[in-house]
């Protein structure tokens, strides 16, 4: 794409129009600088086909921040809005509108809460609060699901791999076959998430770590036509890069050429005195071949050379790969624990993508008004009851109990302090049979979790380092019930109401639904 | 993201490290600007769980030359390269690399032939075929992958969705579940597969179409909650846009709130002689509301006025509303194909991420590299037979039947003519027992697939507009078989090799087999 159409796609109109025509008609109804308040949540953790997440790793506030920060309406957007007409052929956007969203057309007046990037979440918790005009809280709906919603579905994704991958590195690999320009946030999604590098150049260099990679068959390809062979290949890389020797041995046959070959080159290299890298197995059965090179590559006294495994990989083939490793091994005289300590796992498609569930299904939903000094509560009600939003302003709060596991996110109003009553009554958020009361003194901690996420300053998002993020979810992790982590099948984690809350939401209910067909 | 991160994640070094590491490579052999064929081609059409294509459409080609024309190394990004280091604490890329980099790293020397944008595409066949400088061609893999295999990807759903839609229109709102920016790269895909305009309304003005919608659920939630209910919302938006009226009928309750309500506004849009567009539906029970809808809207002389229908829509639900319409519609004296004829589609997140199949597997190939004047042909290996590559420099042919149906897509040697053999010998990309003859007289028409597809001038891909992409796909799929186009369980389309080809490949098979082990 043109680089100018990247800039203008990518600004403040990568939004959808109907934000813009309701903000128009905001700005006529004179409620554009209304106070709203809008909240994300999402509905259903992601399910993957035959195993789902039970939490998921909110990502994304640091890059909407700083796109926040920098994108504004300027000539050149209402340029392209002036020029839109409506089906009478009259201009959509009138220019009293126009004039003000060149004006006002920017989010300096947006004040987010909500929880910190990288935390452990779930679902219909509200995981951030935009408060602000309405008409530019409205605009913001769009980039902001854009930027949450993927974030958060790939640090979830990256999330059970490092889970699956028993503390060994995992390497992303998948801008080839990502949607566009997204695979870059796909990236930075994955690193919350729990991937330790990308194999993608720009994004890291952006982020501040080192791109990782070595070589693609092609080069043992054009080898091969030009008469050098596989060895050629190899012995050209070592020679560039003696202390990075990691080589792929599959372009052949790997048993038969690839790994005698790459023994062959790490035995020159150790003679110069180099220390080589590693083999990258990328094909066939990854289990097998990487007992039979630990075999191979032990017998020439190469014992903790690393092996690279890639193609196809999910947080199951990873555990299924470990876990034939752990049988196998012990019957070619291997030590399971010295292989599986060698192994790298390099991901693509399916992280990049969300393999079986390719989307967060977050959405952001108006849930207050401020009309004067009262914030007045906003409802829509569903036919489906776990889709009636939770209206109002509230706080969340996360309960851990005595062996500090985190028991329960409870929604409450604004106004109560969780943290200080001596008990907790608590409803479900849709069946009305499912109450519980929770006494303080069976709790270790009583914890808020939607915090002030300031645009500026060293509280804010943009203020966060990678490892920041990468140790909240670590740290939430640890207080994560391990059924609740489970890979398949996993325990539902509690989301409740207070008695409060559920007390206004049926009485929203009861009079929108007095209110219908009027 | 901060522009600046973007810039540098979607310029040049938006590629994997590994073609940085190779190009060096190439560089101290002396090879980089040897030139080297590669070849993209994708293995298998998509497949969607329950459904697959029989084809694809390829996309992608034009946004790929716009951002090989402007992307390059500049010294901007050679100051990341050179920072970064290897094992040792050494600078991984040395100076003489980098210098030739700042000088020679651009894609101008890079000639691209293959199918135009919008034709209808077939596995295994090379689309788009690269030649040019090795280390350049190398580097351009990982753009150019991301570029072609989401759009195709994209293209091709849009298209089925487009089958099934029977001709009416579709509206594309999948920003807010995108891969982040990469949603624009969607929308284009989309509209070339089909789809008739977008909600994005960035890249919509980038690709110059009008951004198409109304309003959300928390325009009516927002007017309810300061008193004025969903009535008074609804007239809101009629007197601001009383010839783009569009109500969505479903916050409070669609039957007994949201379409009596729209139809009191367009009753009085009427009297004030302005024709009201329509309704949107965006839950429940789709076909049997909008029979409901069509009833009610009827029953008051709004005959024409639109349905919009959105909510989890792909191919399969359009196809199973639009069948459930037609078998209900006379139940309830409604003639089906008014009902029909008043539909619009909106289709969200199974579109923008291709639901079931997030990833096309295109892959890009070294297929030749040219030694002195010869080129010599590069192959690969796999012990899935399926997966060894087809060598050497080819040309593409398809093949049409007496009913001007294409009947099968050719690999040829570059310098067969198939549109002047007599007779043509075809063999199976695998199975070496499926062979078959084919007459010219059986034909009606051999055409040349792959042309040139300048970087500039009046052919190149750059002077496409949409519409022309759009008719190609049109014409294509005209001229393929009903079978092959079925949503679900398509019939196999032929790929062939040309007996010339098969014997070169089973030549260069056997020669490595030879050497695999030496």
């Known amino acids: 794409m043109r680089r100018a159409h990247r800039q203008l796609s990518e600004g403040i109109l990568m939004t959808d129009q109907y934000q813009l025509t309701m903000a128009q008609l905001y700005f006529r109804q004179g409620l554009h600088n209304m106070d709203a308040q809008f909240e994300y949540f999402y509905r259903n953790n992601p399910s993957y086909g035959s195993h789902q997440a039970g939490y998921t790793v909110l990502a994304g506030t640091g890059s909407l921040l700083e796109w926040m920060a920098e994108e504004r309406f300027t000539e050149h957007e209402i340029a392209y809005l002036r020029r839109q007409t409506g089906r009478s052929g009259k201009p959509l956007f009138h220019r009293d509108f126009l004039d003000w969203l060149l004006d006002e057309g920017h989010f300096g007046r947006i004040r987010i809460t909500g929880l910190q990037e990288g935390r452990v979440a779930h679902p219909t918790v509200p995981l951030l609060t935009v408060q602000g005009p309405m008409a530019m809280a409205q605009i913001l709906e769009t980039p902001l699901l854009n930027h949450i919603n993927y974030q958060t579905l790939i640090a979830t994704k990256a999330s059970r791999m490092h889970q699956a991958a028993a503390g060994r590195p995992i390497l992303e690999f998948g801008l080839r076959r990502a949607q566009g320009y997204g695979g870059n946030a796909g990236v930075r999604g994955a690193l919350v998430g729990g991937v330790d590098a990308s194999s993608n150049v720009g994004i890291s260099h952006a982020l501040g770590i080192d791109p990782k990679g070595t070589h693609a068959h092609s080069m043992v390809q054009a080898f091969g036509a030009l008469g050098a062979g596989e060895i050629g290949a190899f ?29 062959t080159v790490f035995e020159e290299l150790r003679a110069k005195g180099h220390r080589p890298v590693g083999i990258r197995l990328d094909s066939g059965d990854l289990a097998h071949l990487a007992l039979q090179a630990a075999l191979a590559m032990n017998r020439t006294g190469f014992t903790d050379t690393n092996i690279v495994l890639s193609n196809q990989l999910d947080e199951m083939v990873i555990w299924q790969i470990l876990s034939q490793i752990r049988t196998e091994a012990p019957k070619l005289g291997l030590e399971p624990t010295d292989v599986v300590n060698r192994l790298v796992f390099g991901v693509g498609t399916a992280l990049i993508t969300s393999q079986g569930a390719p989307a967060l299904d977050g959405v952001y939903k108006l849930t207050a008004v401020k009309d004067g000094t009262e914030w007045k509560p906003a409802i829509k009600i569903s ?75 060293p509280a804010s998002p943009l203020a966060d380092t990678l490892d920041t993020m990468r140790s909240r979810r670590e740290h939430d992790l640890a207080c994560l019930d391990d059924g609740v982590k489970r890979l398949v099948n996993p325990h539902l984690y509690h989301i409740s109401l207070t008695r409060s809350l559920w007390d206004l939401k049926q009485k929203l209910v009861r009079e929108r639904c007095k209110g219908a067909g009027k």
Chains 1, 2 share one sequence.
Not at 238 to 247: G, H, T, V
Not at 451 to 457: A, E, R, T, V
Request: charged share 30%.
């Open 235 to 263: 012995r050209a890389y070592a020679e560039i890069y003696p202390d990075d020797c990691l080589l792929l041995v599959d372009t052949v046959n790997t048993l038969e050429s690839g790994i005698p070959n790459a023994i």
């Open 383 to 457: 036919e489906t009851p776990g889709k009636t939003i939770n209206p109002g302003t509230k706080n969340i709060w996360r309960l851990y109990d005595k062996r500090e596991k985190a028991t329960c996110d409870v929604l409450a109003m604004e106004d109560e302090r969780l943290d200080q009553a001596a008990e907790i009554h608590l409803h479900h958020p849709v069946d009305f049979q499912i109450q519980r009361t929770l006494h303080r003194e069976d709790l270790n901690r009583i914890e808020r979790l939607n915090i002030d996420l300031p645009q500026s300053g």
